[in-house]
């Protein structure tokens, strides 16, 4: 059974810090997805991670895929108070025919001014 | 921008009700998929489809079924809903699976 793990689950910084968080599968896949909740909201996609190396971008989120150690992380530098919300990792898998995508059970993150 | 409606955000309902939670799509995804969310939980996939009329269980199917009639809209169904069916139910819809998932608002359900 393929697992998602995500670490930490919770985590309260100061604004202005640095940070990276981690997301372990246990299953080959080439694909990774991260995604943010904010409070009481659905999910939004923030990055999709296509192959072994890629990197992606946004504002003062960067994350990055090793598909051979099947990690993903996900560094936040210079943390505001607007980053706070729930961050969920996704893997995409081919099982049984169907392709999906299996999250992690997400990260709650605060960040306190 | 994809649009994926869910027709409620708060649904209380009465336990052995029967349940519909709808969701539409309007960019022609071929991919729906229906997860429940729960606290310390995530994610879990209920069912999803690939095509009109087809379905395929999910990691928790149990006491789910779904409808698919047409492409847009692809319809949860709680037959008898118990208390440990309230959860928060997520609707997503994709394209291809390189662009990841669009999800819906969410219909948070309570079952009493």
């Not at chain 1, 706070?84 to 392709?99: K, L, M, N, R």
């Not at chain 2, 309230?86 to 009493?112: E, I, K, P, Q, W």
């Amino acid at each position: 059974e393929l697992k998602v793990e995500q670490n930490p689950l919770f985590l309260s910084m100061q604004e202005g810090k640095n940070y990276t968080i981690y997301c372990n599968y246990s299953t080959t896949s080439d694909r990774l997805y991260w995604y943010r909740q904010d409070p009481g909201k659905s999910l939004e996609s923030l990055f999709v991670l296509l192959s072994n190396g890629a990197v992606k971008q946004e504002g003062r989120l960067m994350a990055s895929l090793d598909t051979k150690a099947r990690l993903s992380t996900l560094h936040i530098t210079a943390a505001v108070h607007d980053l706070s919300a729930t961050y969920f990792c996704a893997v995409f898998i081919t099982q049984g025919g169907s392709e999906k995508l299996v999250f992690g059970k997400g990260m709650k993150l605060t960040v306190n001014p | 921008d994809v649009k994926v409606t869910q027709s409620s955000r708060y649904l209380v309902k009465r336990t052995g009700e029967k349940v519909f939670l709808e969701c539409v799509q309007d960019m022609d995804h071929e991919n729906m998929f229906w997860y429940r969310q729960d606290p310390g939980l995530g994610l879990r996939l209920i069912y999803f489809s690939y095509d009109v009329k087809m379905k395929e269980k999910g990691d928790i199917p149990e006491g789910y079924s779904v409808s698919r009639e047409k492409k847009e809209r692809f319809s949860l169904i709680l037959e008898s809903a118990s208390t440990n069916q309230t959860s928060m139910y997520l609707c997503a819809s994709s394209l291809d699976l390189s662009y990841g998932y669009t999800f819906g608002s969410g219909t948070r359900l309570t079952v009493v």
